[in-house]
């Protein structure tokens, strides 16, 4: 694929990240953060988030798996995920997120388990969406080409 | 991000580099790393110098170490090691640098608690750009304020007064939550800028407030009366060589911050609170949790003799419905009282309180303070309502559109709030006494107010009798102080660790009830003495006194029960401490 189309299918795919709601105005901010002195930032904001969402995803399995949950613990995982999603732009994840704190405030066990399940599939389709977007950024920089940011005009 | 290289340019308190706010040394403090390297990389984009931590305690210790290596710091509201606004707290009270608190909870009540913890901004996640391009603003803020408080050093508590002064008058107006807040927020920033007052920014050679130098201190400031008490005055009286005005300045603002960050701030330090406010509107929160933590420590130290309690009880306190909120306020007071002793922040009712012993506080207070002031606090409390908090805050405000709040300039009101909701709150203080009820005091003010209402106060509502109402004030505020005031008019309070003991009886028909609230106050300074980093060592030896701070409610206490007695007098004997002499409290 020569470069141009590949920028421009970056082009289509991000924007679609954002119709869907995948992606909101917080992701370009990221995106508007990335310059010459570092140029990775994006990828290494999102590598970050990866980490630190699985991290706090398998803490909450394991709250919830408890014979008595401690919904406090769990409230506060909940949280700071909802922090990490919101400040790179998550935006499904951050809105999953809102509902099962409500759950968490209400103790309610199996709502809670059902938001989990939720999250985890936000989650991991963002991080599809995400993984694919950077693959193509890196195909367009090792093909000689310059990421199109510009061309976002949101 | 090192200090070191943090270029002189900003470090000038008054001269602003041309590049400014270039350079401006930020610390970062987020238990989350993705949100820690947006942070991080947003600030560097608006080129200011950033160096990032992701624990509470690893930030506190880079401060310490360096005092002067950072401008501002961006602070997380939950961590896991240490809750953002305990740390704010410590920022504030031991570097005073300014503090911008963020989250992704936006809801009221934390944005609340981050401005009554003396944030200077609050920030929702996720944060953009463009909110820190700004953040230099609360830099330059805060060191103009401290420039100009330190120069007009003598003026400046007239203009602390003023500014009360209006403020109580806004409270006294039927828009009293309105106006409350804005006065609050007017006091956070004064606070902020009396804080600054004496900051190393100042690079002036700090003056070590010893217990006994406090004593001196409040006992001047009770002589002249909280609403003369200028530091010139204040200093002739105490005619300690070597201390200079600007010494006696800066030692009122804090204070007199100390009174206020009492009422307003302690809400994680009570567990006390829980017990007794919790039945209580959040507003009570953060006072109650100071009380709650003083009367822990106090009830801990052994101070809050059960007996106070239940003479408290006794003397009537009962009087009001006690709603179980009413305890709450008692001791909130009592925790003002001796939270603010150590940190020797005046509220306006400190004049009052002779250094006589604290307990005697109460002791003259709380029999003068008839129901009918009870009643009036209770007005003022429930004005206060959602005001709570800045009933605290403000001592003896009045604000809170109470008439009485505006009475209790002298004593602060909180003291008074506690005191009259010490009648009805004994009952339950009692109980409470065990724990911590510390922080009511803080909210003791406020408490005091509302658990009046709440008690029904057998008080009348009268609080049009501002004669009155300044008794009760002064009463509240003396006890606020102390801590111990409730003690004790029965004299047994004695230690101040009575301070958790329901200091204000006073307002209730019990008479003695005052002294017996003040139990818990000694571990109210102490725990005072620990976050509000004054360099007034409570004296936590005292076992009747908790803090000679302390004795300085009790002085008002006593003043103000002398006042409504019409000859309390013997409050100071009461007291076990020597508190300061109340003498003339302003009715």
């Known amino acids: ?140 920089v090792a093909a000689g080409g310059s990421v199109p940011m510009e061309e976002l005009s949101f | 991000m090192s200090t070191a290289s943090s270029s002189a340019a900003w470090k000038a308190g008054d001269v602003v580099p041309d590049q400014f706010p270039a350079g401006l040394r930020v610390l970062v403090v987020d238990d989350d790393p993705t949100c820690l390297m947006i942070l991080e990389k947003m600030l560097r984009t608006c080129l200011y110098e950033v160096t990032k931590c992701n624990r509470a305690e690893t930030a506190l210790s880079l401060l310490r170490e360096n005092k002067n290596g950072y401008d501002i710091v961006i602070s997380d509201v939950h961590m896991p090691d240490m809750d953002g606004f305990k740390l704010l707290e410590h920022i504030g009270l031991e570097m005073d640098l300014p503090v911008i ?47 100009k408080d330190f120069e007009q050093s003598g003026s400046v508590e007239e203009g602390d007064r003023q500014q009360k002064q209006s403020e109580d008058a806004d409270y006294s107006s039927s828009a009293n939550e309105g106006n409350w807040r804005n006065s609050k927020k007017r006091k956070d920033e004064e606070e902020e800028a009396e804080e600054r007052d004496d900051t190393s920014t100042l690079k002036k050679p700090r003056v070590v407030w010893s217990v006994e130098l406090h004593q001196q201190f409040v006992a001047a400031v009770n002589q002249l009366g909280i609403d003369k008490a200028v530091p010139k005055k204040i200093l002739e009286l105490m005619n300690v060589p070597g201390l200079t005005r600007e010494n006696v300045a800066s030692h009122l603002q804090k204070y007199r911050l100390y009174l206020r960050r009492l009422s307003g701030v302690s809400q994680h330090q009570n567990n006390l609170t829980n017990s007794f406010i919790s039945p209580q509107d959040a507003t009570y929160g953060p006072l109650s949790s100071l009380n709650g933590l003083d009367l822990q420590t106090l009830a801990a130290t052994g101070q809050l003799p059960a007996q106070s309690l239940a003479t408290l009880q006794a003397a009537g306190l009962g009087r009001s419905a006690v709603k179980s909120r009413m305890p709450m306020p008692i001791v909130d007071q009592r925790n003002l009282f001796s939270f603010e002793n150590p940190k020797l922040r005046f509220g306006e009712g400190q004049q009052q309180l002779s250094s006589s012993k604290p307990m005697n506080l109460l002791h003259g207070i709380p029999t003068t303070m008839e129901p009918k002031q009870l009643a009036n606090l209770h007005h003022s409390a429930q004005s206060l309502g959602s005001m709570n908090m800045q009933v605290n805050a403000h001592g003896g405000q009045g604000g809170q559109g109470d008439s009485l709040l505006m009475q209790m300039n002298q004593s602060q009101a909180r003291g008074q709030i506690l005191n009259e909701s010490t009648g009805s709150h004994v009952p339950t203080l009692t109980s409470s006494m065990g724990q911590p009820v510390l922080s009511n005091t803080v909210v003791g003010g406020v408490l005091a107010r509302n658990c009046l209402a709440e008690n029904g106060m057998t008080f009348n509502d009268s609080h049009q009798n501002n004669s009155l109402q300044s008794n009760l004030d002064v009463g509240t505020s003396v006890l606020s102080h102390q801590g111990f005031s409730s003690t004790q008019r029965t004299g047994q309070n004695r230690n101040i660790s009575a301070v958790g003991k329901p200091m204000f009886t006073a307002g209730d028909t019990t008479d003695h009830v005052n002294a017996q609230n003040v139990g818990p106050i000694n571990t109210f300074f102490t725990d005072n003495s620990v976050r509000v980093k004054s360099e007034f060592v409570p004296d936590a030896s005292c076992e009747t006194n908790l803090f000679p701070e302390q004795f300085g409610q009790e002085d008002l206490m006593s003043a103000l029960l002398k006042q409504q007695q019409g000859g309390v007098a013997p409050a100071e004997n009461e007291f076990d401490f020597d508190g300061y002499p109340l003498d003339n409290i302003p009715v």
């Open chain 1, 1 to 140: 694929m020569e470069v141009g189309q590949m920028q421009r299918t970056w082009v289509e795919y991000t924007k679609s990240l954002f119709m869907e709601g995948f992606l909101d105005g917080q992701f370009t901010q990221l995106q508007l953060l990335q310059d010459e002195s570092n140029p990775d930032f994006v990828v290494e904001v999102v590598s970050l988030f990866f980490e630190d969402s699985e991290r706090l995803l398998n803490d909450l399995t394991r709250a919830l798996d408890q014979q008595s949950v401690d919904f406090k613990r769990v409230d506060a995982h909940v949280h700071q995920l909802k922090g990490s999603s919101s400040s790179i732009g998550a935006q499904r994840v951050k809105n999953a997120c809102i509902a099962f704190r409500s759950f968490c405030e209400q103790q309610n066990s199996e709502a809670c388990l059902k938001c989990l399940q939720q999250v985890k599939q936000e989650y991991y389709l963002v991080k599809n969406k995400l993984e694919t977007l950077i693959r193509l950024e890196q195909q367009i």
């Open chain 2, 101 to 147: 608190m963020m989250s992704a909870d936006d809801g009221k009540n934390v944005v609340m608690k981050g401005v009554t913890h003396g944030a200077c901004d609050y920030l929702i996640k996720p944060v953009r750009i463009e909110a820190l391009k700004n953040i230099w603003q609360h830099v330059v803020r805060k060191k103009k304020n401290e420039w």
